[in-house]
């Protein structure tokens, strides 16, 4: 049985919870959230015999991973801890490690205590063809990502187009993946993830897009390289709690968790 720690209570959080029940390889044992939720938090999943904790040092006992669901402070403010305790730290935030200083602390902390950095695939499919690719070369990768207005909502994309009244497509960013991991928080860990796989965060090329015919998001990602070239593309369908992710971000979450539990993995 491997015990897993949450960080965070959100859309993701809540999906992983649901999914994984009591009784597989991989047990969701206790949740760390802030201080002012966790009464709310406890009563919640009391029915699970869940601890609740503000804060890792209150663990009654070290759990075998830490998956992080609560955005790029989860990171920032748990990922070192977590990984200096010798604890493999489970990211699904990756627009976070565009900070290069945060990134640095992070893979350090982990080669010092043995412990794993480890990176969700997300939203998007492909992470690991583009790592295989990166072996013998890439030369160029792009990202594009369409979702409806109202993914952009709460972004700086307000403060380009009125997007209550749009009509057709508009781009709202277009530059490196470094920078549209500081912009859009939120909306860019995709680009993120494929940044890391592939020619890093300064090389990749992002164009994100508010598009009002879409109810889905959709990302598409070009690669080219010495190994020829790869196209993919994904529609996926957003949380129903959370406009800003995909289904499929959440589920990569229990993926990655279930293929670390179970005595037989796929991919990773």
Not at 11 to 32: D, T
Not at 48 to 74: F, N, Q, T, Y
Not at 166 to 194: D, F, W
Not at 219 to 231: I, K, L, N, T, Y
């Amino acid at each position: 049985m491997m015990d897993v720690l949450l960080i965070g209570y959100g859309a993701i959080a809540q999906e992983v919870l649901k999914r994984i029940q009591p009784g597989e390889a991989a047990n969701i044992n206790s949740i760390l959230v802030r201080a002012n939720r966790v009464s709310e938090v406890r009563d919640t999943v009391s029915s699970r015999g869940i601890e609740v904790v503000s804060s890792l040092s209150e663990l009654s006992a070290k759990p075998d991973l830490i998956a992080e669901c609560a955005g790029h402070s989860g990171v920032r403010e748990y990922g070192v801890e977590a990984l200096r305790s010798g604890t493999d730290f489970l990211v699904i935030s990756i627009g976070a490690l565009a900070d290069t200083e945060l990134f640095a602390a992070l893979t350090l902390a982990a080669k010092e205590a043995g412990s794993k950095l480890i990176l969700a695939a997300g939203a998007v499919a492909g992470a690991d063809a583009l790592a295989a690719a990166r072996v013998g070369g890439l030369n160029r990768v792009k990202y594009t990502s369409r979702k409806p207005p109202k993914a952009w909502k709460g972004t700086p994309a307000e403060d380009v187009a009125n997007l209550d009244e749009l009509t057709e497509e508009i781009t709202l960013y277009q530059g490196s993946a470094a920078e549209a991991a500081k912009r859009y928080p939120q909306n860019a860990n995709v680009a993120a993830t494929i940044a890391l796989a592939g020619v890093g965060f300064a090389k990749t090329e992002v164009r994100l897009v508010a598009d009002p015919t879409r109810d889905g998001n959709l990302h598409q990602v070009r690669a080219e390289g010495a190994f020829g070239s790869v196209d993919i593309e994904i529609l996926g369908n957003p949380l129903p709690d959370n406009p800003k992710t995909s289904t499929l971000a959440a589920h990569s979450v229990i993926a990655e968790i279930r293929r670390r539990a179970e005595p037989v993995e796929i991919g990773g």
